[in-house]
């Protein structure tokens, strides 16, 4: 931990220094008076590119105090405050802040209780900020508004590649905003978009977007309640979209019928790498065809089958289509699935958890 008496010292040093580029702070509890004192040196330090806050209790005075610093410094481009309750006033401070930097390229501000204000102000500053490619916003309740605000925002943005919006509260009004935007957005890379009950009809309005973009290449969309519908979708997309290298469909009551239409899509699949599906009460059906997938898939390197119930017979088929593909190199099958032996495989790449 720094302290407070060494947090002075490494302010005057700040103020002096002029070789050092990364400095990590997190879990030191700085508190208001700690930040704000760190932020003065910092908008006359013209050295540091990256800068680790997370976890000091920061609150929005000091959250406004940083703003502060990103209109002033010109050589920060990663800044992490994630964990510091800087709340709608801070964020919106952030977002004025965006609208002016000219450097920042990654903003983590997890779990900061910004809430819809917070997103929406965030979102209007993607709009004019040219600069930032990942913004990581899981966890702070933006709600539908502040998703939709958000998927407005990528329509005009053309620089951010990674967005994280895991535990928001999207619901079907922002996941669907989100899909339109998918649609028309181009530089868009990575989206998390995990646990946010988002339901079938997103799943089958994110499937079309998928027809359509050529950008986004992991997709996120773990506990969000897409059923066996919102699968059949997505497996349709996948027949079309030749992008997606990563999709996490873990934890949504995909069932068999669901599976079975994602393994018919994988035979004719070229590009996706890793694909997760665990806890989708699959069963030995579900295994069953995903067997004769990998008996014709050569892309895929990684599959998630954890929590699925397959039984023995399911494992079986497996086993037998392990032995016909050579390029799964993780396979993760042991928990959860009741197969009743050992998988192994003679392909020396293949690692089986």
């Not at 806050?53 to 000091?62: F, K, M, T, V």
């Not at 959250?63 to 481009?77: E, I, P, Q, R």
């Not at 501000?109 to 500053?125: T, V």
């Not at 989206?191 to 950008?215: M, P, R, W």
Request: glycine share 10%; net charge positive.
């Amino acid at each position: 931990m720094c302290g407070r008496e060494n947090l002075n010292e490494l302010t005057k040093v700040l103020y002096k220094n002029s070789t050092l580029t990364s400095l990590n702070l997190r879990y030191n509890y700085l508190g208001s008076e700690g930040g704000k004192a760190l932020a003065d040196a910092l908008c006359m330090n013209s050295t540091l590119t990256s800068l680790n806050l997370g976890y000091n209790n920061l609150g929005s005075e000091e959250g406004k105090a940083l703003a502060d610093v990103l209109c002033k410094n010109s050589t920060l481009t990663s800044l992490n405050l994630r964990e510091n309750n800087l709340g709608p006033e801070g964020g919106k401070a952030l977002a004025d802040a965006l609208c002016k930097n000219s450097t920042l390229t990654s903003l983590n501000l997890w779990y900061n209780n910004l809430g819809s204000d917070g997103g929406k102000a965030l979102a209007n500053a993607l709009c004019k900020n040219s600069t930032l490619t990942s913004l990581n916003l899981r966890k702070n309740n933006l709600g539908p508004e502040g998703g939709k605000a958000l998927a407005d925002a990528l329509c005009k943005n053309s620089t951010l590649k990674d967005l994280h919006l895991y535990n928001n509260n999207l619901g079907s009004e922002g996941g669907k905003a989100l899909a339109v935007a998918l649609c028309e957005n181009s530089t868009l890379t990575s989206l998390n978009i995990q646990f946010n009950n988002l339901g079938s009809e997103v799943g089958k309005s994110l499937a079309d977007a998928l027809c359509k973009n050529s950008t986004l290449k992991d997709l996120n969309l773990e506990k969000n309640d897409l059923g066996s519908e919102g699968g059949k979708s997505l497996a349709g997309a996948l027949c079309k979209n030749f992008t997606l290298t990563f999709l996490n469909l873990g934890h949504n009551l995909l069932r068999s019928e669901g599976v079975k239409a994602l393994a018919d899509a994988l035979c004719n699949n070229s590009t996706l790498k890793d694909l997760n599906l665990e806890k989708n009460i699959l069963g030995s059906e579900g295994g069953k065809a995903l067997a004769d997938a990998l008996c014709k898939n050569f892309m895929l390197t990684s599959l998630n089958i954890y929590n699925n119930n397959l039984g023995s017979e399911g494992g079986k088929a497996l086993a037998d289509a392990l032995c016909k593909n050579c390029t799964l190199t993780k396979l993760y099958i042991h928990r959860g699935n009741n197969i009743g032996f050992e998988l192994t495989s003679n392909n020396r790449n293949l690692i089986i958890y």
